[in-house]
């Protein structure tokens, strides 16, 4: 077979999918990009087993049809040094050589056969849809993917979770010190009479495959998923992953329903004085300490075992008798930078339970929270 094709063209759709090979492989053909040609679509697929990457692109002067498999590095090292430039692929059928040919010279590569790479996962008839604006699953995934575990004992906890009702989805991550509900409305989904609600575990692998495509993608986004896997169809790429076993905690039973502090505050002048005032915390406990009292709070930490302190007060919307609360300075700062607000909403109700972080203003058809655990305070 052979093929005509953008140098870069194809260098960004390989690069787009090569995040999902390992560095090692268990299975010596999941070091290469599957190339299939039929018709003048060239489909390229990238897969670690768990989860598979697929896009698509059109290319010229086709004779033939067939698929081979080639080594990933090789071929992006390639691609990478050349500037923007056709170039034609022919793979020879029989014993699978392929050659790129440039304008000023040819490479030689021995493919493997496609057909030894792992087959996509059929899926179920129980199987349910539900599509959504790319804009929601991506608010969805980048505000909740920094809070996902990394916890071999609850890999349940290692992804995100999506709870979809039938005119809603939320969209949840937690590690147990932090957690991230989003809600956020979805166009469409199939559920029975019967059922209230469906949910699945995305792996945090796949979650930042999708981090670093959606972006680059419009419209709308189908989700078809059963018991097992989830297929992501998206108008340039299609994932495919395997979800995450077993029950996801419940979330709202550790969400606070009422707060008897509300403090509101600029989120940049948060942000930025936390940064400043945690270089001197310990670096053990990174705590950071608030003190919330007379439309002020002031922000301090100290290093006893350095001899080292510092403080700093910023105005705030704040009434009531004063309070103290203590969190863990990037897990406050990590939050902050995850929300979009101007001003953000710190609601509280003792140093020894969960405060929330809510955005003054939500994005349009988004419902936004987040917590954080607080630390015990000495004093």
């Given at each position: 077979m052979k093929f005509v094709v953008s140098s870069t063209e194809l260098l960004s759709h390989l690069q787009a999918i090569s995040r999902v090979i390992n560095s090692k492989n268990s299975l010596p053909i999941l070091d290469n990009f599957l190339l299939d040609l039929q018709g003048n679509t060239l489909t390229l697929t990238a897969s670690d087993v768990e989860t598979t990457l697929i896009t698509s692109m059109q290319v010229d002067n086709i004779e033939g049809n067939g698929k081979v498999a080639v080594v990933s590095r090789l071929l992006l090292d390639t691609l990478r040094e050349f500037a923007d430039q056709p170039l034609t692929f022919t793979i020879n059928d029989s014993n699978l050589a392929m050659v790129i040919t440039s304008a000023n010279g040819s490479y030689n590569f021995i493919g493997q056969n496609g057909d030894e790479y792992p087959r996509l996962p059929q899926m179920q008839d129980e199987a349910r849809t539900l599509i959504l604006p790319v804009?929601?699953?991506?608010?969805?995934?980048?505000?909740?993917?920094?809070?996902?575990?990394?916890?071999?004992?609850?890999?349940?906890?290692?992804?995100?979770?999506?709870?979809?009702?039938?005119?809603?989805?939320?969209?949840?991550?937690?590690?147990?010190?932090?957690?991230?509900?989003?809600?956020?409305?979805l166009t469409s989904v199939t559920m029975s009479d019967e059922e209230e609600k469906l949910s699945f575990i995305l792996p945090k692998k796949p979650a930042n495959m999708l981090k670093n495509i959606l972006p680059k993608?419009?419209?709308?986004?189908?989700?078809?998923?059963?018991?097992?896997?989830?297929?992501?169809?998206?108008?340039?790429?299609?994932?495919?992953?395997?979800?995450?076993e077993g029950k996801f905690p419940n979330y709202n039973g550790v969400i606070p329903k009422t707060n008897l502090y509300k403090i509101i505050i600029d989120r940049i002048t948060l942000l930025n004085a936390l940064k400043r005032v945690s270089v001197f915390s310990n670096q053990a406990s990174n705590l950071i300490k608030l003190d919330f009292a007379d439309?002020?709070?002031?922000?301090?930490?100290?290093?006893?075992?350095?001899?080292?302190?510092?403080?700093?007060?910023?105005?705030?919307?704040?009434?009531?008798?004063?309070?103290?609360?203590?969190?863990?300075?990037?897990?406050?700062?990590?939050?902050?930078?995850?929300?979009?607000?101007?001003?953000?909403?710190?609601?509280?109700?003792?140093?020894?339970?969960?405060?929330?972080?809510?955005?003054?203003?939500?994005?349009?058809?988004?419902?936004?929270?987040?917590?954080?655990?607080?630390?015990?305070l000495n004093d």
């Open positions: 804009s929601s699953l991506n608010a969805g995934i980048s505000k909740t993917l920094f809070c996902t575990a990394d916890d071999e004992l609850r890999p349940v906890m290692n992804g995100v979770y999506f709870d979809i009702e039938k005119d809603a989805i939320t969209i949840v991550a937690t590690d147990a010190h932090k957690l991230v509900r989003l809600k956020t409305q993608e419009s419209g709308e986004v189908e989700v078809i998923f059963d018991s097992k896997n989830a297929y992501f169809k998206l108008s340039n790429y299609t994932m495919i992953c395997r979800q995450v439309n002020n709070v002031n922000i301090s930490a100290q290093d006893i075992d350095f001899s080292i302190s510092a403080e700093e007060t910023i105005s705030c919307q704040f009434e009531g008798e004063p309070i103290k609360i203590g969190f863990k300075s990037p897990f406050l700062i990590e939050i902050l930078n995850n929300i979009s607000s101007s001003d953000v909403i710190l609601e509280v109700t003792d140093p020894s339970r969960a405060g929330l972080i809510l955005p003054f203003e939500n994005e349009p058809n988004e419902e936004l929270l987040m917590l954080l655990m607080p630390m015990l």
